[in-house]
């Protein structure tokens, strides 16, 4: 069986500011209840599912203690450098923290952002 991530599901500190800041990057709400929000995040993309961050430690059975880098990044591959740059502007009119400015490499263009919660986005490019 190969492997496919149908979704994420991230931890939040405050569901709604989580909701509306994926909304205005673009994302479609599928499904949205008082406990979580599952969001379309475009043709051919896995969805995000958006719970409260208690409650995710919860069902995992892990405690919820913990902050700072949670050891991955999520990943959005654009088309140019210029692409990059839109994306993090856009990310930041969101209401995302720039974390490394979009660069140029000898392979490409990428940045970091953090949405809301701390979680890190690499905007990246290979032209």
């Known amino acids: 069986m190969p492997l496919q991530a149908t979704t994420i599901m991230i931890g939040v500190s405050d569901l709604a500011r989580a909701k509306q800041f994926y909304v205005n990057l673009g994302a479609t709400v599928s499904q949205d209840y008082p406990g979580f ?48 740059e839109q994306a993090m502007r856009d990310a930041v009119a969101a209401g995302a923290t720039v974390i490394k400015e979009a660069t140029a490499t000898d392979w490409g263009c ?18």
């Open 37 to 84: 929000v599952n969001l379309d995040l475009g043709k051919d993309s896995s969805s995000l599912a958006l719970y409260p961050w208690g409650e995710v430690a919860d069902d995992a059975g892990v405690p919820a203690e913990g902050s700072g880098f949670r050891g991955f990044s999520l990943h959005y591959i654009v088309d140019s450098p210029e692409a990059v």
């Open 110 to 127: 990428f940045g970091y952002f953090s949405d809301p919660d701390g979680y890190l986005w690499k905007v990246a490019s290979s032209a």
